[in-house]
């Protein structure tokens, strides 16, 4: 089964920037759909990005704007670029791929 690697969380003030990387084994991510999630302390996890396999992307309506996906074929690594952070973007991140198991994520904390 896939392993995904997110790293490059931490703590930043408001108005803040982050990029968050996602590794693989493997060249997987150009022949799947790409997400980004996260989970805040006692919330649902949520989507917040997504880049298919034609390099179409998609955001949640409360990231649009601030954040980015992208990816690195030659690098097997999915971005995303956290800019303009606010503290209810706090969260523990992760990526996923169908058919992977979650990986532990990294967190986001965004404070003054």
């Known amino acids: 089964q896939v392993q995904l690697v997110e790293s490059g969380g931490g703590l930043v003030q408001p108005g803040g920037s982050l990029r968050l990387s996602c590794s693989a084994s493997?060249?997987?991510?150009?022949?799947?759909?790409t997400s980004w999630h996260r989970q805040a302390p006692g919330k649902q996890r949520d989507l917040v990005a997504l880049i298919t396999t034609d390099g179409s992307t998609d955001y949640a309506n409360s990231v649009k704007g601030r954040f980015t996906i992208s990816r690195d074929n030659s690098k097997n690594t999915v971005y995303l670029q956290m800019n303009m952070l606010k503290p209810e973007d706090t969260a523990v991140y992760y990526c996923?791929?169908?058919?992977?198991?979650w990986g532990k994520g990294t967190l986001v904390t965004v404070t003054a």
């Open positions: 493997g060249s997987i991510f150009s022949r799947y759909v």
């Open positions: 996923y791929i169908p058919g992977a198991s």
